[in-house]
């Protein structure tokens, strides 16, 4: 017989979503018991702990998107915390840079998108840039974002998770199973009954919420990002970005600058065939690679949302060479000899309508009766966090009976 457990709200999920979340509930509703549970043995395992940690400025997107707001509104508070509580952060700013003149012309839709979101940006020419990032190339012009940021995202997810002690429950080494009601689940070592659920869970974000009849219109298709370090940290003092294809989800091989000042090249965004596809054969899940499988195959015959395009660019870069060649053009001097093995691999979880065979490209939330499900917490979802929190709860609190 399993233990029971009683708590006003059940959090799925101790990615930066989720601890964000709970600690947006205990602000409000400090009376209220709260709950988390995390598969995993610490928070922050998956994405939340593996992502690049850059702060976006929230000027690629439509300023229509929920990306739009919560990255700008996002990146304010984030770095605000960080800098609240001493957490390291690297305020070195961006450059956005163009290699030809088409590219151009993205530039000024890059801007125009940035004002009309409330992001302030330059638009330099190529003498300025120099003085901004010497190593920088572009042509003509480029795009220069200060207020662009770097941040160690398992040093924010602890500290997050560290604040929350009294306040929020959080049990590690608890995934939950199976939902046997609505208003109970059972854990890894446990039932538990809640008056309302949360599910932040990422990458099994859909599955929990298919338990409850909601989002049965959706799954998630994994993609894979890799690194690679530079060994000579005075390459650049800035993050340098390709201007990118609007139409594809993902913004191209960039440099980053660390928060500790390290250089990094990447990110791929490479189909993965299952979902904690991180190295090898480790975590292989027969059903979930035939079901993943199925998709990206169905997404490459119909290359809705340029699936088959971006699929054959981004296996190039399993390839390193090809990743170095890629970086090489946005800057002036390089030795490629100086760049190490690919870092540790990281999951973006990318949610995919089945029902048109496309690309999910904002945030995604659905509610049940007692329960609300994020079914994408789409990338720069860790800028995003507290703003999209803040959202979130509002949500909750028009459709939580107490």
């Avoid at 009309?116 to 190529?126: I, R, S, T, Y």
């Avoid at 089945?354 to 659905?366: A, H, I, K, Q």
């Amino acid at each position: 017989m399993r233990p029971t457990l009683n708590t006003d709200i059940l959090i799925v999920g101790g990615g930066i979503i989720g601890l964000t979340i709970g600690r947006e509930l205990s602000v409000r509703s400090p009376a209220t018991s709260i709950t988390l549970i995390e598969k995993e043995p610490s928070v922050g395992a998956h994405a939340s702990g593996r992502n690049s940690g850059v702060l976006h400025a929230g000027f690629y997107y439509s300023p229509d998107s929920l990306k739009a707001r919560f990255t700008v509104e996002g990146n304010r508070l984030l770095t605000d915390y960080c800098k609240q509580h001493q957490l390291k952060i690297n305020q070195c700013g961006k450059v956005v840079v163009a290699k030809d003149d088409k590219e151009i012309e993205l530039l000024y839709e890059l801007k125009s998108r940035g004002e009309k979101n409330g992001v302030a940006l330059q638009l330099v020419d190529e003498a300025e840039l120099a003085k901004i990032e010497p190593n920088a190339r572009t042509r003509r012009a480029a795009l220069f974002s200060p207020s662009t940021a770097t941040v160690n995202p398992k040093e924010v997810v602890a500290h997050i998770a560290e604040s929350l002690k009294g306040k929020v429950s959080i049990l590690l080494n608890e995934r939950l199973e199976r939902r046997t009601d609505d208003t109970t689940v059972d854990t890894t070592s446990r039932r538990i009954r809640f008056k309302y659920l949360v599910n932040a869970a990422g990458l099994y974000a859909d599955k929990i919420a298919q338990q409850f009849a909601v989002g049965r219109q959706y799954t998630v298709v994994p993609f894979k990002g890799l690194y690679m370090q530079y060994s000579d940290n005075s390459l650049i003092g800035k993050h340098i970005y390709p201007v990118p294809d609007l139409r594809m989800p993902f913004l191209g091989v960039h440099f980053t600058k660390t928060v500790d000042g390290r250089v990094k090249i990447g990110p791929t965004a490479i189909p993965a065939f299952w979902r904690e596809n991180y190295r090898g054969v480790e975590n292989f899940k027969f059903t979930e690679f035939l079901t993943t499988v199925f998709h990206e195959a169905g997404l490459f015959i119909s290359n809705h949302s340029n699936f088959r395009v971006l699929a054959l660019e981004e296996i190039k870069k399993y390839s390193g060479t090809y990743l170095k060649d890629q970086a090489s053009l946005l800057v002036k001097k390089i030795d490629i000899r100086r760049f190490g093995e690919f870092l540790q691999p990281g999951i973006r979880a990318q949610l995919v309508d089945t029902t048109t065979r496309s690309l999910v490209m904002d945030f995604v939330v659905e509610h049940r009766e007692n329960s609300t499900h994020v079914l994408n917490a789409v990338s720069p979802a860790f800028t995003c966090s507290f703003s999209f929190s803040r959202f979130l709860v509002d949500e909750i609190e028009k459709r939580w009976v107490r």
